[in-house]
């Protein structure tokens, strides 16, 4: 195989670390609610927000913040219509985008 024995278990290991910080930081925990309100966010929560901003890039201010998040959505959806097109190319003349554009 071309993936090492064990990158799967590590990549699991990993997703899972940063998906139990991520639900520690953001959700109130069950213990301390009620059993009619299960997954209830903190207060202070913003969805997507674990704290992770080594460049203080983040604006603080709230307008700021969500023209930043805009343009960031919109760079993603662009991007997976470039994904879909390399994919569309591929399907079509059965090279990848590399031997496409080289050729």
């Known amino acids: 195989t ?3 024995d064990g990158w ?3 990549i699991v290991t990993m997703i899972g670390a940063a998906e139990a910080q991520r639900a520690q930081k953001g959700w109130v925990d ?5 059993p009619d309100q299960p997954g209830t966010l903190k207060d202070d929560y913003y ?3 674990i704290g992770f901003d ?3 890039l983040k604006p603080e201010d709230p307008e700021e913040f969500n023209i930043m998040q805009t343009k960031e959505l919109q760079n993603g959806r662009l991007a997976m219509l470039a994904a879909a097109g390399f994919l569309a190319q591929e399907a079509v003349n059965g090279k990848g985008i590399l031997e496409t554009l080289l050729n």
């Open 2 to 4: 071309q993936v090492p």
């Open 8 to 10: 799967d278990a590590l």
């Open 30 to 34: 069950p213990a301390e609610q009620a």
């Open 47 to 49: 969805p997507g927000d």
């Open 54 to 56: 080594p460049l203080g």
